[in-house]
Every structure is written in C-alpha cells, then in structure tokens.
C-alpha cells in the first residue's frame, strides 16, 4: 500500500519523483476553446468500404485529425460479424488483410474458418473494441454514426447521424421531402431517448440528382447539408443545366429566412471516403473535412459546437479565425476572416448572400432540348449575390442592414493535396451569420 500511496502523491505533482512518469496532458479545468479537425462520413467493410475500421482510423488518427465517425450504410459496427476473406480481398484486390496484420499483428487479427461453409473469414471489431484501441485522451476520438440510407422512386436520399446510440432503420415516405422530415425526426427522437447529442446532416444532394433544393429547403428540421462531399461522383458543381451545392445552399437558407423565418442550413464538408489501397481516386480519404471550436475533444462538445455554427468547412484552407461582430444597437455587424496563410500562394475570399426583398419566384429548368428536368429551380441572381471580394490573408465586411445572411469563402491559388476535377483549388467555407434580426427567437448575433 505505502508503494501506491507514493505513486498516487507522485501523480499529483508535476516534478519530484524519480522513475514515475507523470502525465504532463492533464484535462484543464477551464479548457480554452481550439479548433479541431474531423471528418463525418466514411465508410469501412461494415458497409461498401474496403478496408478494416481500424486501419480507416488509425489513417485518420496519424493523419491530423481529431475525431472521426464511420458512417457505414445502416449499419452499426457493432455485436459480433465475420467476413470471408476472399470478399475482402476481391474488394480490396489483396490489399487489405497483409498491411491489417502487419499495423495490428495476429494478436488482434481475428481470424477462422467457418464450419458450415468451410470457408476464411476474419472478424470486423465492433465500434467499442476499435475505439478503445484508437481513442487518444485530447487528440483522437471516434464518433458512432450511421448512414441513414434510404430512396424515393429510385431517388438517393442519404442521411448522416453522428454519436448516436444505436442503429435508425432506413424510412420511407411519400417524396423525397417526406423521407428528409421523417429520417430528421427520427435522429430527434433518438437523441431525446437516448440523452445525447446527436447531428444529422443531408448528405450530397446531388448525388444522383436524388435532392432538389425544393426538397429540403422547407424541412427546418435538417439544419446542415454537405457542400463538399470528396467523392468524384457527387456533381458538387452540378453539370450546367443543374444548380451546383452552393447555389443549392444559397437557395435554401434564402427561403428559410425570408419565407419561413427560421435559420438558414449550415454547410459542411467531408470525404465521404471508401477506397483505401492506392486502387481507385473515386472516394480516398483526405478530400474534405470540418474546423470544429469547442472547449473539449468530446462527441458532444463537438457536435453543440457545430449546432452553434463555430466551425468551418475546408479541402484544405486553414482559417486562424472566423469572427462575427453583431454591432451595438442598431448596429449591422462585421464579419471578419483570418486566414493561416501559406508562403506562396494568394487568398480571394468572397462574401457571399441574399438582400431582404429578393424576389422568391423561379422557372423549372429545362435540357438542351427544351424538356423540363428534375432539379433544383431556377432563381433570380440577386439569391447568392457575391457582395464583396477581399484579396489576402485579412477580410471583413460590414453588413449594410439589408441583408438576409452573409457567408465567406475563401479560395486559395494552391492545389488540394488530393484534388478532383471538381476541386482544383483549396476552399474553405464559413457557415452564414448575419440572420437573426430576421428570425424570431434568435440571438442577434446570429
């Protein structure tokens, strides 16, 4: 007993005591806020991906980021399941058992054969074993999600649910708005359940061309979409005669605000990552990502934080800074960004928004030959309007009074580290602020 009575006072002190080691990353009392980098949609051999949860999060964990959900299609990782080994070498084209083993050893490696088919399989670990073996204190954290993964007449709808306690079944209904509501009122329900916090984001809405603006724009309970989604198939920019994801996005929080009085949606990024092995460019990790400001690496101190709007979505600009001032009484506010500027490469950042009065009206869109198309609505120009566009690593601007919202984004002249043909440059994007004078219940710093 005396020998752990002097390991317990030894622990207490920061010096003194020759041969114990002493943790020098004791949790603070009063944490300052900091940002912290994550990634909220990725996939493993739990669903489409090809490779072993582990080895995703350990690329993540040594890669800079700070937490991590894989969101496998309705599915939880979790209980006990076995996959044959000539599946995951077919997927993963031999890639995945050997380097599996060589991070992890035979020692963690599960493997059998299967006595009613005769055939190898190896066990996927469930969500807690892998999380207790990756799962840094203040630096590395996995997040329980779920791809919600549902369709409407052959129309993708997917939805992301991050640190939920258990699977949501995939949910029908009568249109793709329908299935939205009913998906987002679902994750509600289970985070009152459940006690949590929980965040639910419509994931690539033009995947497919499976979501229309006019899909969720009037569903007030999704409060975040994907603006940058990683995957080469999503049509992020949309293919000419189909509004890109920031059109969508500007579309949305204009009706939200001007419409319906309730707060604009807020736009993240991610990878939405599935290949591992160096054998397909479609959806590597790396691509997109969150800046997440909250006091503590917790799921839900991340996750309030973003309901709060104190993030930011990046492929790759790191911002020091995202400031919104509301002004004094009467005043309209300043929204100012500080970019972490590279040795090198030049900065545009664009504030970009929508002025009380716009006219809400819009015309379907139509092909070349003049056939109306499923698709997000045509809008007039002043929905999205670039207000002002400020070079360097400093922008501000000072809201004129009329304004719905205002958001940045900032450019850079480097290329991503991973890039598509899509995403040639690095980006970042700040949620909208600016809102709450026009939205009842607010705060005015909104």
């Known amino acids: 007993m005396r020998g752990m009575a002097r390991l317990v006072a030894c622990a207490m002190v920061v010096a003194g005591c020759a041969g114990v080691a002493v943790a020098q990353d004791a949790v603070p009392a009063d944490a300052a806020a900091r940002w912290w980098r994550g990634n909220l949609h990725t996939h493993t051999f739990w669903s489409d991906g090809n490779d072993f949860p582990e080895m995703v999060g350990e690329w993540y964990r040594t890669n800079g980021y700070n ?29 995945a058992l050997g380097k599996y083993l060589d991070r992890f050893g035979s020692g963690w490696v599960e493997m059998r054969i299967n006595p009613g088919t005769g055939m190898q399989e190896v066990r996927l670990q469930a969500f807690e074993e892998y999380a207790a073996l990756l799962e840094e204190r203040g630096r590395f954290i996995m997040i329980p999600a779920e791809e919600i993964t549902s369709s409407f007449e052959r129309l993708p709808v997917h939805i992301n649910a991050s640190n939920l306690a258990g699977r949501i079944a995939p949910i029908s209904g009568e249109s793709v708005e329908d299935i939205i509501r009913r998906t987002m009122q679902a994750v509600e329900a289970h985070a009152a359940e459940h006690g949590r916090v929980v965040l639910a984001h419509l994931n690539h809405p033009n995947f497919g061309y499976g979501v229309t603006a006019e899909d969720f724009a009037r569903v007030v309970e999704d409060r975040f979409f994907e603006v940058f989604n990683g995957h080469t198939g999503v049509n992020n920019h949309g293919d000419g005669t189909r509004a890109g994801t920031e059109e969508v996005w500007d579309i949305v929080s204009t009706i939200r605000i001007a419409e319906l009085g309730v707060a604009p949606i807020m736009g993240i990024a991610t990878d939405d990552s599935h290949s591992y092995h160096d054998d397909s460019p479609v959806s590597i990790p790396g691509r997109g990502w969150v800046m997440v400001r909250a006091t503590h690496l917790t799921p839900g101190s991340i996750l309030e934080a973003m309901r709060r709007g104190d993030f930011y979505a990046s492929t790759g600009v790191e911002l020091e800074s995202v400031e919104f001032e509301p002004g004094s009484e009467g005043g309209n506010g300043r929204l100012t960004v500080v970019i972490a500027g590279e040795e090198g490469v030049s900065y545009t950042t664009r504030f970009v928004g929508t002025r009380r009065g716009v006219d809400l ?16 609505r045509r809008y007039s120009d002043a929905i999205g309007e670039v207000f002002a566009e400020v070079e360097g690593t400093r922008a501000t601007y000072t809201l004129a009074g009329d304004e719905l919202y205002v958001r940045a984004v900032v450019m850079s002249s480097a290329a991503p580290e991973r890039p598509t043909r899509e995403s040639v440059v690095e980006m970042a994007w700040t949620p909208p602020v600016g809102w709450g004078r026009w939205v009842e219940g607010s705060g005015a710093g909104e």
């Open 67 to 95: 937490f991590l959900a894989l969101s496998d299609h309705n599915v939880m990782s979790r209980g006990e399941r076995w996959m044959e080994l000539s599946e995951i070498e077919r997927r993963s084209r031999g890639g």
């Open 361 to 376: 009206r819009s015309e379907a869109r139509v092909d070349a030959s003049g056939a109306e198309v499923r698709a997000t």
